[in-house]
């Protein structure tokens, strides 16, 4: 039984940064297995912002490519997500899971960018 818990989120200003944490409970998956970020925008699909392989490669999306950083804990079953230079169009409920097939879903964390 895999448990995700992501934090970290919050209301920040275009041009901010956010650090969202993502602990996993009841599995070492972070240790052998692909993982990943993923968002959800009001009245949108939910799409795939960011994945880490168990060797370390990261891979990102278009639209946040130089801007976001993927990493992990892998001895503490934890993954980040560095957001720098925020965009309103970056607001979202943000969550962790396994790639390319997920577990079950936490609750997420939300992430909201305005003035």
């Known amino acids: 039984q895999v448990q995700l818990v992501e934090s970290g989120g919050g209301l920040v200003q275009p041009g901010g940064s956010l650090r969202l944490s993502c602990a996993a409970s009841?599995?070492?998956?972070?240790?052998?297995?692909?993982t990943a970020w993923y968002r959800q925008a009001p009245g949108k699909q939910r799409e795939l912002v960011a994945r880490?392989?168990?060797?370390?490669?990261?891979i990102y999306a278009d639209s946040v490519k130089g801007r976001f950083t993927i990493s992990r804990d892998n001895a503490k079953n934890t993954m980040y997500l560095q957001m720098n230079s925020l965009k309103p169009e970056d607001t979202a409920v943000y969550y962790c899971?396994?790639?390319?097939?997920?577990?079950?879903w936490g609750q997420g964390t939300q992430v909201t960018v305005s003035s």
């Open positions: 899971n396994g790639y390319p097939i997920p577990s079950a």
């Open positions: 009841g599995t070492t998956i972070f240790s052998i297995y692909g």
């Open positions: 880490i392989s168990s060797g370390g490669t990261t």
